[in-house]
């Protein structure tokens, strides 16, 4: 039988700035007036964030090879990707079996060209991850291979998830989409890449960075 992968970090995006999060609670204030609705399925906005790959960090050795292939992405990415903006609107859902309800809800993040941009900072850093055998192509999860070029399939923000609530029914969607499907956070500045722990929290409320690069 295969061995379930536990994932104990991740690269991410920051996207909790302070504009960002105050849109974000006045679109959960409204959400919540919604049938059915409960605040526990709601991400954290101090931890809001775009996933770029997740990581399975079980050892000294490789927490050190994760972070010596995040460095080697520092110069190809700070030279040549800084002062990006994603514009984040339009709700969008993962749905259960029961196409009626979503066990992911989330906000998708950038134009096109915004995308783009985010693929080939992508491409720089799980290229750099492979090559410091952190990870391997067998275990790149929900991450495109085409034409060996590395990057999420889908670029999004998670708003709300039914594992927050280990809820097996799902969120009863169409409602959501009738109203929010061209809702908008605004924009906002990646300023940050890093990553993160996952469960273990800072001061500031994100996740505890094991490395971060800033742009």
Same mark, same amino acid.
């Given at each position: 039988?295969?061995?379930?992968?536990?994932?104990?970090?991740?690269?991410? /995006?920051?996207?909790?700035?302070?504009?960002?999060q %105050?849109s974000? *609670?006045?679109?959960?204030? $409204?959400?919540l @007036?919604?049938? *059915?609705?409960?605040?526990?399925?709601?991400a954290?906005?101090?931890?809001?964030?775009?996933?770029?790959?997740?990581?399975n960090?079980?050892?000294?050795e490789?927490?050190?090879?994760?972070?010596d292939?995040f460095?080697?992405?520092?110069?190809? /990415?700070? +030279?040549?990707?800084?002062?990006?903006?994603?514009?984040?609107? #339009?709700?969008n859902?993962?749905?259960?079996?029961? $196409?009626?309800?979503?066990?992911?809800v989330?906000?998708? /993040? *950038?134009?096109k060209?915004?995308? +783009?941009? =985010?693929?080939?900072?992508?491409?720089?850093?799980?290229?750099?991850?492979?090559?410091?055998?952190?990870? &391997?192509?067998a275990? =790149?999860?929900?991450?495109? !291979?085409?034409?060996?070029?590395?990057?999420? @399939?889908?670029?999004?923000? !998670?708003?709300? #998830?039914?594992?927050?609530?280990?809820?097996?029914?799902g969120?009863?969607i169409q409602?959501?989409? #009738?109203?929010?499907? &061209?809702?908008?956070? *605004?924009v906002?500045?990646?300023?940050?890449?890093?990553?993160?722990? %996952?469960?273990?929290?800072?001061? +500031?409320g994100?996740?505890v960075?094991l490395?971060?690069?800033?742009?």
């Open positions: 039988m295969q061995r379930v992968m536990r994932f104990t970090h991740f690269v991410s /995006v920051p996207l909790n700035q302070i504009n960002i %105050r974000y *609670g006045l679109l959960k204030e $409204k959400m @007036e919604c049938e *059915g609705v409960s605040p526990r399925l709601f954290h906005s101090q931890r809001l964030h775009l996933t770029i790959l997740m990581l960090l079980d050892s000294e490789k927490i050190q090879k994760s972070i292939g460095n080697a992405s520092l110069k190809p /990415v700070t +030279d040549n990707y800084t002062g990006l903006e994603l514009k984040i609107q #339009n709700l859902y993962i749905p259960t079996k029961n $196409k009626e309800y979503a066990r992911v989330y906000i998708e /993040v *950038g134009t060209k915004q995308q +783009d941009v =985010l693929r080939q900072i992508s491409n720089i850093i799980i290229t750099n991850m492979l090559k410091h055998k952190v990870i &391997d192509i275990q =790149l999860n929900h991450i495109s !291979t085409t034409n060996n070029q590395y990057y999420p @399939e889908k670029l999004h923000l !998670t708003i709300m #998830n039914t594992t927050y609530t280990k809820s097996k029914k969120i009863l409602p959501l989409i #009738n109203k929010f499907s &061209d809702c908008s956070l *605004g906002a500045k990646v300023n940050q890449l890093h990553i993160s722990t %996952r469960f273990k929290f800072a001061e +500031d994100f996740y960075p490395s971060v690069i800033s742009l």
